[in-house]
């Protein structure tokens, strides 16, 4: 149970502080005016999807002793790969 609630205890210092992070930059973009409220829904979608992208490589590349693993990565992978992607201004440079 003691490791259980360090676990939770680290994973909330974790996040709460990446969280902060993100947020404080936001802010400090969306002050210099380099950044619109326009651009925060996309800044959103592009800012999950590459948090994504790292899990998806890892759970691709794993090695699991049951065969519906491999299959299920192998499908997940296809449907990343086959979804057009939309390119966040920001991240262009184009306004």
Known sequence: MRRLRASIRH???????????GLLGVLLLLASGQLSWGDLLPLAMLLSNTYGARPRRVWAHARAST????????????AARSR????CPLVTGSR
Do not use: C, D, K
Not at 84 to 87: K, T
């Open 67 to 78: 065969p519906s693993v491999p299959s299920r990565a192998r499908a997940l992978s296809q």
């Open 11 to 21: 994973n909330l210092t974790y996040y709460l502080s990446i969280g902060a992070a």
């Open 84 to 87: 057009e992607l939309r390119v």
